[in-house]
C-alpha cells in the first residue's frame, strides 16, 4: 500500500484507482489521504467530486467512507490543502517539541494529540515554565534553520515513542528532521521546519 502523503506530501491532487469494499466505503491506489491515526486527524477532500466524509485504518488498508457512490475505477482524488497543511505543521512541530524535550531535558513524549486548534503533548513528568519556555526557544530555532524533514524506512538507529514490538523493521517508516528528532511515524507532515510557521508553547 503506497501512501503517497509519506514520500511526496505537498500532492494534494492526483489521479488514483478506487475499489469498493462496502456501501460508499473505497480504497485508493494510491493512497493520498491520511487516516484518523497516530493522534492526527483525517483528511478531508473529494473523490471523483464526491465528498470525503471520514478515512479510518480497516484490517491494515486505508479505507475512505464518501457521501455519495463511485463505481470501481479511476478518479480525480482531491485532499484539501488547508486542512492537510494544519494538522501536518502541528505534527511536524510535535516532532520537534518532543525531539528537543528528549535530548535537552531528558523528557519522554507519552502522549500526542493533534488537535484541529491546538496540539498537546504529554511529557513523563511535570515541567516548570521556564523550561516550556525553553523548549519553545529551542524548536523556534530548528524551525529558523529550516532543516528538511525526511521519511526513511527500515531505519534501526531510530527512537520510537511507543511499543514497536512485532513489527518488520522494513515496514516502519521513520521520520528524520537533521539531527533533532528520528521517530517512527505514520503521519503525514510538511517538507521543511520553515514551513511550519511559528510554535507557541
Same mark, same amino acid.
Given at each position: 500500500?503506497?501512501?503517497?502523503?509519506?514520500?511526496?506530501?505537498?500532492?494534494?491532487?492526483?489521479?488514483?484507482?478506487?475499489? !469498493?469494499?462496502?456501501?460508499?466505503?473505497?480504497?485508493?491506489?494510491?493512497?493520498?489521504?491520511?487516516?484518523?491515526?497516530?493522534? =492526527?486527524?483525517?483528511?478531508? %477532500?473529494?473523490?471523483?467530486?464526491?465528498?470525503?466524509?471520514? $478515512? =479510518?485504518?480497516?484490517? %491494515?488498508?486505508?479505507?475512505?467512507?464518501?457521501?455519495?457512490?463511485?463505481?470501481?475505477?479511476?478518479?480525480?482524488? !482531491?485532499?484539501? +490543502? %488547508?486542512?492537510?497543511?494544519?494538522?501536518?505543521? =502541528?505534527?511536524?512541530? =510535535?516532532?520537534?517539541?518532543?525531539?528537543?524535550?528528549?535530548? +535537552?531535558?531528558?523528557?519522554?513524549?507519552?502522549?500526542?494529540?493533534?488537535?484541529?486548534?491546538? !496540539?498537546?503533548?504529554?511529557?513523563?513528568? +511535570?515541567?516548570?515554565?521556564?523550561?516550556?519556555?525553553?523548549?519553545?526557544?529551542?524548536?523556534?530555532?530548528? #524551525?529558523?534553520?529550516?532543516?528538511?524533514?525526511?521519511?526513511?524506512?527500515?531505519?534501526?538507529? $531510530?527512537?520510537?515513542?511507543?511499543?514497536?514490538?512485532?513489527?518488520?523493521?522494513?515496514?516502519?517508516?521513520?521520520?528524520? #528532521? %537533521?539531527?533533532?528528532?528520528?521517530?517512527? !511515524?505514520c503521519g503525514a507532515h510538511v517538507g521543511r521546519?520553515?514551513? #511550519?510557521?511559528?510554535?507557541?508553547?
Open positions: 500500500m503506497k501512501r503517497l502523503y509519506w514520500t511526496n506530501p505537498e500532492v494534494y491532487e492526483t489521479e488514483v484507482e478506487i475499489k !469498493c469494499v462496502g456501501e460508499n466505503r473505497v480504497t485508493t491506489d494510491p493512497v493520498v489521504f491520511h487516516p484518523d491515526e497516530g493522534g =492526527q486527524p483525517a483528511d478531508k %477532500g473529494t473523490v471523483g467530486g464526491v465528498d470525503v466524509v471520514d $478515512v =479510518q485504518v480497516v484490517e %491494515g488498508k486505508v479505507v475512505l467512507t464518501l457521501d455519495g457512490t463511485l463505481g470501481d475505477g479511476k478518479h480525480r482524488a !482531491c485532499v484539501d +490543502k %488547508g486542512h492537510r497543511l494544519y494538522s501536518a505543521r =502541528q505534527h511536524t512541530a =510535535q516532532h520537534i517539541i518532543s525531539g528537543v524535550a528528549a535530548a +535537552k531535558f531528558g523528557l519522554e513524549t507519552v502522549g500526542v494529540h493533534i488537535g484541529l486548534e491546538s !496540539c498537546t503533548v504529554d511529557f513523563d513528568r +511535570k515541567i516548570e515554565w521556564e523550561t516550556a519556555a525553553e523548549i519553545e526557544r529551542l524548536a523556534m530555532e530548528v #524551525i529558523g534553520e529550516n532543516v528538511p524533514v525526511e521519511t526513511v524506512f527500515g531505519d534501526e538507529d $531510530v527512537r520510537s515513542r511507543f511499543d514497536l514490538s512485532g513489527v518488520d523493521a522494513d515496514v516502519i517508516r521513520v521520520v528524520r #528532521i %537533521g539531527g533533532y528528532d528520528a521517530s517512527a !511515524c521546519t520553515g514551513d #511550519i510557521g511559528t510554535i507557541r508553547i
